[in-house]
């Protein structure tokens, strides 16, 4: 059975940094492109950024460019979401995802996913 398991997340002030991971376990994690998504409170699923199989290609939306660096170490089937200068904006369950897609950005074409991990910036 495949798992995502997500961790890093907590409450930081605004301005302040956070790395998330996702550790892979039963799944062939370098022949899958990860991404990762947020849900704020009351509101929908939204993309947060992607990476493909390799590592060597990434892509984000506007609101977390510069800010965010999503990562890979395919040896330790982790995914890493270095998150720098955060914004109150940014509280949000984060989860972790695994497509067989080249970096999508639709939550709709990944297959795996995780439980998420709370984070709240404060201000």
């Known amino acids: 059975q495949v798992q995502l398991v997500e961790s890093g997340g907590g409450l930081v002030q605004a301005g302040a940094s956070l790395r998330l991971s996702c550790a892979a376990s039963?799944?062939?994690?370098?022949?899958?492109?990860m991404g990762w998504f947020r849900q704020p409170p009351g509101k929908e699923r939204e993309f947060v950024a992607t990476i493909s199989w390799s590592g060597g290609s990434t892509s984000y939306p506007d609101s977390v460019k510069g800010r965010f660096t999503i990562s890979r170490d395919n040896a330790k089937n982790t995914a890493y979401l270095q998150m720098n200068n955060l914004r109150p904006e940014d509280t949000a369950v984060y989860s972790c995802a695994a497509s067989t897609g080249l970096q999508p950005t639709l939550s709709k074409d990944y297959t795996y996913w995780g439980q998420g991990t709370q984070v709240t910036v404060s201000s």
């Open positions: 039963n799944v062939n994690f370098r022949y899958y492109s």
